[in-house]
């Protein structure tokens, strides 16, 4: 009975998990921040980010008002759950700010991206680019008898797959948009 007592009060973790039980994880998080479109406020919020040593996966800005002269800026960015709130809080405390939503927990989202990647290639490799873009929805947009340049949008784990796929077939460059992304529903 007490080798019993033993296992069970002993830790639920696995020998093999060496993880620090006591870390936080880092996430990803996609927001959106509304400000006034005028000179300087697109270095202020990236300022911000610099800072304090916060990265930036992905970022996007374009007027969304234009009679109201704002802007939105999308930001996909990663840290822990406690390094998230405090750029939200930051964020929302700088005065050419309107609105922070933090889209990744505040409902579903819809999240896409443009990307023009060049795959230069001969024969079979030219062949089998064709047959992937087809098959990844890929519009080709320039060709050339050296090379193909395809157009796609989806999500960022998308592109990173197809160009995965493109890189032994002969990719050259990628131009890609960063993250638009929108709550869904009302």
């Known amino acids: 009975m007490s080798a019993l007592k033993i296992q069970q009060g002993s830790s639920k973790h696995s020998a093999y998990d060496l993880r620090d039980p006591n870390a936080e994880l880092i996430e990803t998080h996609t927001l959106a921040v509304i400000v006034d479109n005028e000179p300087g406020v697109l270095a202020r919020v990236i300022g911000l980010f610099s800072g304090r040593g916060y990265n930036i996966e992905s970022l996007t800005v374009a007027e969304t008002d234009h009679q109201g002269h704002r802007s939105r800026i999308t930001v996909v960015t990663t840290g822990t759950p406690q390094v998230i709130d405090q750029i939200k809080a930051q964020l929302g405390r700088m005065v050419p700010v309107h609105e922070v939503h933090d889209l990744t927990i505040e409902g579903p989202h819809v999240a896409r991206e443009l990307a023009l990647l060049k795959v230069a290639g001969k024969g079979d490799a030219r062949i089998e680019a064709l047959r992937l873009a087809e098959i990844f929805r890929a519009n080709v947009v ?37 993250v638009a992304a929108l709550a869904r529903g009302g």
């Open 142 to 178: 320039d060709s050339t008898l050296e090379s193909f340049v395809f157009e796609m949008t989806g999500g960022p784990e998308k592109i990173d797959a197809f160009a995965d796929l493109m890189r032994p077939l002969g990719l050259r460059e990628i131009a890609r948009t960063g």
